[in-house]
């Protein structure tokens, strides 16, 4: 599903961007941490008091979510990376074991499509990168 070029971009960042739609349709984008699950080859997030989160219960009532990862790592030369999941969200309760910190709650989202520039192919310039676009 993933590249080893992308998996290996999605190990060294930590942190992405959630994007869920609320129940009025509005859009709600907020910064997480986030792992690769391996066993379930799902993007895994995390946080603080999750469950109790509005981004929670959004995917909770809708099951919809999009996630990006994105960075700049030059900019002479200008250098882009971003890579977008889109997918089935899940919002589960005791997934992980509570910690103090963390309550064990996950956003697991299975991505449906993967929308990849810069990733598998960091040398070229910005604008003369093709996205590598597909479903999965």
Do not use: W
């Not at 993967?114 to 960091?122: A, K, Q, R, T, Y």
């Amino acid at each position: 599903m993933f590249s080893e070029a992308e998996l290996d971009y999605l190990a060294t960042q930590g942190l992405g961007r959630l994007a869920t739609a609320q129940p009025d349709g509005t859009l709600q984008v907020s910064p997480v941490g986030y792992a690769y699950n391996t066993e379930t080859k799902t993007i895994d997030i995390t946080g603080y008091e999750l469950a109790k989160s509005k981004k929670f219960r959004n995917v909770a009532a809708n099951g919809q979510a999009a996630f990006v990862v994105d960075d700049m790592p030059s900019q002479d030369p200008p250098r882009i990376r971003c890579l977008e999941i889109r997918g089935r969200a899940e919002a589960l309760t005791g997934a992980r074991t509570a910690d103090g910190h963390f309550d064990g709650a996950v956003i697991r989202i299975h991505p449906s499509r993967i929308i990849s520039l810069g990733v598998d192919d960091p040398d070229h310039d910005p604008l003369d990168l093709v996205p590598h676009n597909r479903n999965v």
